[in-house]
């Protein structure tokens, strides 16, 4: 393998001409593209930083993450990208735990912080930077098993952690992408989720082909459409929640998505029934990775080609890693079991920043313990159960939330669900669901109990179900079930 820097010099070699990135009102060929790179990494270099150093990015969608990319990984610096909707206290302590030595981004959110240490503000100085180094290049001796990234977990028990990524890993990651979403040297790959996280990873595709990538600042679902036949992407990654709101838009129009050839729906689960909803509207377009920043993307893999008929699946095994489905004892399960997932590899993280503790919870023998629970069919899908946190325990018995979610979702006038266990005096704990309507259709509580009655074993039924306006989420949208099951506190209270 190469290291990220290699690869974008590489395609700016061969496509000097051709547009690199671009966003509302900018855009750079690459020839423009590698020199604002090479600038940047001149500007570390003359800041005296060494190989490993660490520099933070906090700002919103914009082009210049893509540039930063490339100056980081030809510099052998580490970026610590961080997510412009946390609070200035995650913030803080993702700076001061991972020691950076500068700071680049929006003057607004690195002021909200007012961190103790240099910062380079996107736009005037930014610039003044790049046109001041502009013709100087530095390139550091970076292998592929150095440090490209560390990116912060979502922190949703306890503080985040930080995950140490490697050149190697970012692209086994780029690979597995660009083969399950079947790019080619034509395809233009699209941007409207953060790219501080899962869009990023789609990003490093671009390097593999010489692609053009395309920025978009904000997503809202009516514009985005047009965005997209405007500029005739054609690879992008959506969560789920984008997707829904996407295809649930009054005014979706699926013949704007005519150049649109593969979307990675991935980040958080989606509902067979959701899933369905999406095919039928939108066609044959997406495709699903299940991964985890520790893994990122593409732990298993599910081509568009298969998805329509394994809607409960995420996917067969990914190319650069070797996935086991083991008891509590760590010993593998027969096909049709559950158990944890874990997985070895190119992919797999180096470890967590500073935290040795819980490296060695999680990395035991070369293996990563994601923490979810899973069976794998006779044909190799793998099927993800439930996080292994989130399992309710009633009268003994496991109760996956994920199940009932799903047969929740089974109403059409159903947005989104939660499913969550609460303590209960008899049985231990119970299933209590909450519900957002999604507007089209009147849910009650009494067609929601009638479909659980119809569909599962009666004691996987929800004791209540509360029908609620949203549900709280991570700023990557994932549902924050710790979260939910403190309001569920103060609403029987």
């Not at 930083?49 to 906090?58: A, C, M, N, P, S």
């Amino acid at each position: 393998m190469e290291t990220l820097g290699q690869l974008a010099v590489k395609s700016a070699d061969a496509y000097p001409e051709k547009i690199a990135v671009k966003d509302e009102n900018r855009a750079f060929d690459y020839k423009e593209f590698i020199a604002r790179a090479r600038a940047l990494s001149a500007y570390f270099h003359d800041l005296n930083f060494e190989k490993g150093d660490r520099i933070g990015i906090l700002m919103s969608n914009r082009l210049e993450h893509i540039e930063l990319d490339v100056a980081v990984a030809l510099a052998g610096l580490i970026k610590v990208p961080l997510n412009y909707r946390l609070h200035p206290k995650e913030h803080q302590y993702m700076i001061e735990d991972a020691g950076l030595r500068l700071i680049i981004g929006d003057q607004g959110l690195i002021d909200a912080v007012n961190p103790d240490l240099p910062i380079l503000y996107i736009g005037g100085d930014y610039e003044a930077v790049i046109g001041k180094y502009l013709g100087q290049a530095f390139s550091e001796q970076v292998g592929e098993d150095d440090l490209f990234a560390i990116m912060y977990t979502s922190g949703t028990t306890g503080n985040p952690k930080g995950v140490m990524l490697s050149h190697r890993n970012i692209i086994a990651g780029a690979l597995s992408l660009a083969q399950v979403c079947e790019v080619d040297y034509e395809d233009i790959i699209g941007h409207a989720a953060p790219l501080t996280h899962g869009s990023n990873f789609l990003s490093h595709v671009a390097w593999l082909y010489g692609l053009t990538q395309v920025v978009y600042s904000k997503f809202e679902p009516e514009e985005f459409l047009d965005h997209l036949e405007k500029d005739k992407v054609s690879v992008m990654f959506l969560v789920p929640t984008m997707v829904n709101l996407m295809i649930q838009h009054p005014s979706f129009d699926a013949a704007k998505l005519a150049t649109v050839k593969s979307i990675n729906m991935a980040g958080s689960a989606i509902a067979a029934s959701k899933l369905q909803q999406a095919l039928d509207k939108a066609g044959d377009i997406f495709i699903q990775t299940y991964g985890q920043v520790e893994a990122p993307m593409c732990i298993t893999m599910m081509p568009r080609n298969e998805i329509r008929n394994r809607l409960d699946s995420c996917g067969r095994i990914g190319t650069f890693v070797d996935v086991k489905i083991v008891d509590g004892d760590g010993k593998q399960v027969a096909d049709g079991e559950v158990g944890e997932i874990i997985a070895k590899g190119s992919l797999v993280m180096k470890g967590y920043w500073n935290n040795e503790k819980a490296t060695a919870d999680t990395l035991k023998d070369g293996w990563l313990y994601t923490g979810d629970l899973g069976w794998r069919d006779a044909k190799g899908f793998v099927h993800i159960v439930d996080r292994k946190k989130d399992v309710i325990i009633s009268g003994g018995v496991n109760i996956y939330p994920r199940e009932v979610e799903e047969v929740l979702n089974l109403h059409k006038g159903v947005k989104e669900t939660c499913v969550i266990g609460v303590p209960d005096d008899k049985w231990g704990e119970c299933v209590v669901a909450y519900v957002v309507p999604n507007g089209t259709e009147e849910v009650t509580v009494e067609q929601l109990i009638g479909l659980c009655k119809d569909n599962l074993a009666s004691f996987k039924k929800p004791k209540e179900v509360f029908i609620v306006e949203e549900l709280p989420k991570s700023s990557y949208g994932k549902i924050l079930k710790r979260e939910m099951k403190q309001k569920h506190v103060e609403v029987i209270q």
